[in-house]
């Protein structure tokens, strides 16, 4: 099975691949656009800033390759959020893959969201043989709202969509790589997709 992971300037790609090190997989990094539309499976991770990161993937055409695959492809934190329509921050429209918007938390909450916290209504196959409501690592100022295709709840003053899923797109707002147990079953459940 031939992984990739897509390299651009916003990803949080050592921890993604040490974790699968950890369940004994091995990830091309690239932004190779052959590479990446010939993967069997494509993980688009992301930590940093919407309209920068938009303007990276444009620049490079990567935009256009990622919302174009046909195989499984999981879209983590600010890679589920560039795969929505919209974006508040810095008013960023995204690749419109899932039909929400991503919005920022407001209110007396803790900004950004650190920590464990447990998913809810979680939906198979990116949960499949998981323990009902299991906790997962959260670090994030935004969140996409609740749409048809959310398959996973969180709740943090709001209750927003803590994964998407929409054809062959995963999404998940929340780091599996950094969620134990509970993390490794995810991406374990991906990749056997």
Not at 10 to 22: D, H, P, T
Not at 55 to 79: F, S, T
């Amino acid at each position: 099975m031939k992984l990739v992971i897509v390299k651009y300037n916003a990803g949080n790609i050592q921890s993604v691949l040490y974790a699968l090190e950890r369940i004994g997989k091995e990830a091309v990094v690239t932004d190779d656009h052959q590479q990446i539309t010939s993967a069997d499976k494509v993980i688009f991770p992301g930590v940093g800033e919407a309209s920068t990161a938009m303007a990276y993937l444009q620049e490079r055409g990567l935009d256009r390759i990622i919302k174009n695959l046909e195989q499984p492809v999981l879209g983590i934190c600010l890679g589920m959020q560039l795969l929505c329509n919209y974006s508040e921050e810095n008013n960023t429209t995204c690749m419109g893959v899932f039909d929400t918007q991503v919005k920022k938390f407001t209110g007396q909450l803790k900004i950004p969201q650190i920590g464990w916290n447990n998913i809810e209504e979680a939906k198979y196959p990116l949960f499949a043989e998981m323990p009902p409501n299991p906790y997962c690592y959260f670090v994030h100022s935004y969140y996409a709202e609740l749409c048809a295709q959310t398959a996973a709840i969180t709740e943090y003053g709001v209750r927003f969509s803590s994964a998407l899923q929409k054809n062959n797109f995963y999404g998940v707002q929340f780091h599996p790589e950094k969620s134990a147990k509970a993390g490794e079953k995810i991406l374990t459940n991906f990749l056997k997709l």
